[in-house]
T-cell receptor, first 114, second 112 residues
Framework: DQQVKQNSPSLSVQEGRISILNCDYT??????FLWYKKYPAEGPTFLIS?????DKNEDGRFTVFLNKSAKHLSLHIVPSQPGDSAVYFC?????????????FGPGTSLSVIP | ETGVTQTPRHLVMGMTNKKSLKCEQH?????MYWYKQSAKKPLELMFV???????ENNSVPSRFSPECPNSSHLFLHLHTLQPEDSALYLC???????????FGPGTRLTVT
């Protein structure tokens, strides 16, 4: 049973518009959430994170929103650029040490069309 | 070299072969991880090493054998694999918390 779900395997967005990637989790013990971005032939790279004590975190064009009651988070990219085309992984954890696990979702493949 | 490197980048092996995947981190981290990513599936944690000691073996079949000779190097020894083991194998490292992991580019493994 997947603890972190990304129900949209793929998403296409026009350049300049908003991209919204969604993620749901089942374990209420998770207190830290991350988004990773992965280009083909490269490993995932950290993009943005949010602690459960917040409901929003913004970094440039990227904003992550957390709705704890719904166990839902989303990543907003505004404006979307062709270079944002990649697979985006949502991840969740309560890891405070390297002994704890980070649980990844299956990923959403974003295509930004010029 | 910077970050986390993995060799080889691609590997094709028969079910009776023995091969090894190598990972090296140049970040001074004290924890290293092996993940498996199959098509359309989440990353699956296989092994965790802290200060060269294995602290996690996530029910991985014995045909996968990890080795961590020091905190900068991690190997995954492979023998008598099955076609379903074909996947992208990713190495990662972190300092302290598993929240901040740095990934290598992965080894694309195909078992024929």
């Amino acid at each position: 049973d997947q603890q972190v779900k990304q129900n949209s395997p793929s998403l296409s967005v026009q350049e300049g518009r908003i991209s919204i990637l969604n993620c749901d989790y089942t374990n209420s013990m998770f207190d830290y959430f991350l988004w990773y971005k992965k280009y083909p032939a490269e490993g995932p790279t950290f993009l943005i994170s949010i602690s459960s004590i917040k409901d929003k975190n913004e970094d440039g064009r990227f904003t992550v929103f957390l709705n704890k009651s719904a166990k839902h988070l989303s990543l907003h990219i505004v404006p979307s650029q062709p270079g944002d085309s990649a697979v985006y992984f949502c991840a969740a954890t309560r890891a405070k040490t390297s002994y704890d696990k980070v649980i990844f979702g299956p990923g959403t493949s974003l295509s930004v069309i010029p | 070299e910077t970050g986390v490197t993995q060799t080889p980048r691609h590997l094709v092996m028969g079910m009776t072969n023995k091969k090894s995947l190598k990972c090296e981190q140049h970040l001074g981290h004290n924890a290293m991880y092996w993940y498996k990513q199959s098509a359309k599936k989440p990353l699956e944690l296989m092994f965790v090493y802290n200060f060269k000691e294995q602290t996690e073996n996530n029910s991985v079949p014995s045909r996968f054998s990890p080795e961590c000779p020091n905190s900068s190097h991690l190997f995954l020894h492979l023998h008598t694999l099955q076609p379903e083991d074909s996947a992208l194998y990713l190495c990662a490292s972190s300092q302290g918390s598993a929240r901040e992991q740095y990934f290598g580019p992965g080894t694309r493994l195909t078992v024929t």
